[in-house]
């Protein structure tokens, strides 16, 4: 176990709506990425966030959206959903996220599929 | 641009030695990663190792770093059938900011059969 929590596990939805999802970093840790996982296109980094600002962008569409709140928990929020968004997507969390010797933990995924 | 190349597969025998390859391209990575991602479950860090270093070694897990060739090997020793899953090979470049990010490769499948 990682420490880190994505909410939900599984999500399905339908083309064109929009999804939320959540992710609580381990104690202690201040900053948060996004990854997405697909057949395709492998692991692809989409953002990160340190201590409730953006630090680092990545393939993130901009249907995609995210934020970190005060707690340190962040949310991804996708919109206009397409076939092609169905995927995994992982949260991770690090200490402060500077460094090249700082380790990313990773959390167990939320998996989505867009019918 | 960064580009992190893995073999797709590899098939090995129970208590055979498994090495799995990793070429990277972006000469200002300063460390790189293995990752371990079994069915239905997230990425788990293995090991990583600085650039500077040529090898690292931890338990079963033998890390050997060609900094000249940026190809990066993972072998692990008395491979187990719990040793089956999907293994990615990440770098993390030095960057501007010090914000730099994870480069993943798309992952080379470990199959191991008893």
């Known amino acids: 176990d990682s420490g880190v929590t994505q909410t939900p596990k599984h999500l399905i939805t339908a083309t064109g709506q929009r999804v939320t999802l959540r992710c609580s970093p381990r104690s202690g840790d201040l900053s948060v990425y996004w990854y997405q996982q697909s057949l395709d296109q492998g692991l692809q980094f989409l953002i990160q966030?340190?201590?409730?600002?953006?630090?680092a962008k990545g393939n993130i569409l901009e249907r995609f959206s995210a934020q970190q709140f005060p707690d340190l928990h962040s949310e991804l929020n996708l919109s206009s959903l397409e076939l092609g968004d169905s995927a995994l997507y992982f949260c991770a969390s690090s200490l402060a996220g500077v460094g090249p010797g700082e380790t990313q933990y990773f959390g167990p995924g939320t998996r989505l599929l867009v019918l | 641009g960064e580009d992190v190349e893995q073999s797709l597969f590899l098939s090995v025998r129970e208590g055979d030695s498994s090495v799995i390859n990793c070429t990277y391209t972006d000469s200002s990575s300063t460390y790189l990663y293995w990752y371990k991602q079994e069915p239905g479950a997230g990425l788990q860090l293995l090991t990583y190792?600085?650039?500077?270093?040529d090898m690292k070694q931890d338990q079963r897990l033998t890390v050997l770093l060609n900094k000249k060739d940026k190809h990066l090997s993972l072998r692990i020793a008395d491979t187990q059938t719990g040793d089956s899953a999907i293994y990615f090979c990440a770098e993390k470049g030095a960057g501007n900011s010090g914000y730099s990010t994870l480069t993943f490769g798309k992952g080379t499948m470990l199959l191991v059969s008893p």
């Open positions: 966030y340190y201590n409730g600002e953006e630090r």
């Open positions: 190792i600085f650039s500077n270093m």
